[in-house]
């Protein structure tokens, strides 16, 4: 009995034994093989491709001129402003009423001695005793050279002149520096036109209170 059971343990012992070298002989399942990780975000923008922005046109930009090159500038004003002679000549050669006038306005508007000169030129020549108002009313525009306009206001308020042309004459003396205005002025006072002495004593008058207020 012993023996037989002694057997049936070797057995079983034989057999565990077998089936644990059986187990460790047997190869492990491989692990499933790992799957490549999607790139990285820094990785991705590496590998997009860059779109280059389209480069500019360059135009060619012309070589800067020398000063002897460079073409002078000239104003409107330059061309279209003639000058005293030029005006003197156009007053001549247009008898019009009204061309003349226009003339005598841009001799003033130059307001230069040369100008005056032939303001005074013109008023000698002239026949129209409307004309000749007309220089004489130019004399306001012109600021200052009292001392060239005098000349012209002595010959426009002499006796030989239109009444009217004397009136505006002793108007204008009214407007320049008492002291090349008042020598003319006293001697009309002696006139034999009542309305002339009315006149320059009136404009004495108020030229000394013009004076009389700047000092």
């Known amino acids: 009995m012993h023996t037989v059971r002694n057997i049936l343990k070797l057995a079983m012992v034989a057999g565990l034994t077998a089936t644990i070298w059986t187990g460790c002989g047997q190869k492990e399942e491989s692990a499933p093989a790992p799957q490549p990780l999607p790139p990285k975000k820094a990785?991705?923008?590496k590998e997009t491709p860059k779109v280059l922005a389209p480069t500019p046109s360059v135009?060619?930009?012309?070589?800067?001129?020398?000063?002897?090159?460079?073409?002078?500038v000239t104003t409107e004003a330059d061309e279209s402003t003639p000058t005293a002679p030029e005006l003197e000549k156009k007053y001549l050669?247009?008898?019009?009423?009204?061309?003349?006038?226009?003339?005598?306005?841009?001799?003033?508007?130059?307001?230069?001695?040369?100008?005056?000169s032939v303001l005074g030129r013109l008023f000698q020549?002239?026949?129209?005793?409307?004309?000749?108002?007309?220089?004489?009313?130019?004399?306001?525009d012109i600021d200052g050279q009292d001392?060239?306009?005098?000349?012209?206001l002595a010959a426009g308020a002499a006796t030989n002149q239109p009444k009217d042309v004397r009136d505006a004459a002793i108007d204008s003396l009214g407007s320049i520096d008492i002291k090349h205005a008042m020598p003319i002025l006293q001697s009309l006072l002696n006139d034999a036109d009542e309305d002339i002495r009315e006149h320059a004593k009136d404009t004495i008058e108020q030229l000394q209170t013009q004076d009389a207020m700047q000092k």
């Open 59 to 72: 135009k060619p930009v012309a070589p800067a001129k020398s000063a002897d090159q460079m073409t002078p």
């Open 93 to 116: 050669a247009n008898p019009d009423f009204t061309e003349r006038v226009q003339v005598i306005f841009q001799l003033s508007d130059l307001g230069s001695p040369e100008a005056l």
């Open 125 to 140: 020549k002239e026949q129209d005793p409307d004309l000749r108002i007309q220089v004489i009313n130019s004399l306001f």
């Open 147 to 152: 001392d060239k306009k005098v000349a012209l």
């Open 43 to 45: 990785e991705r923008a």
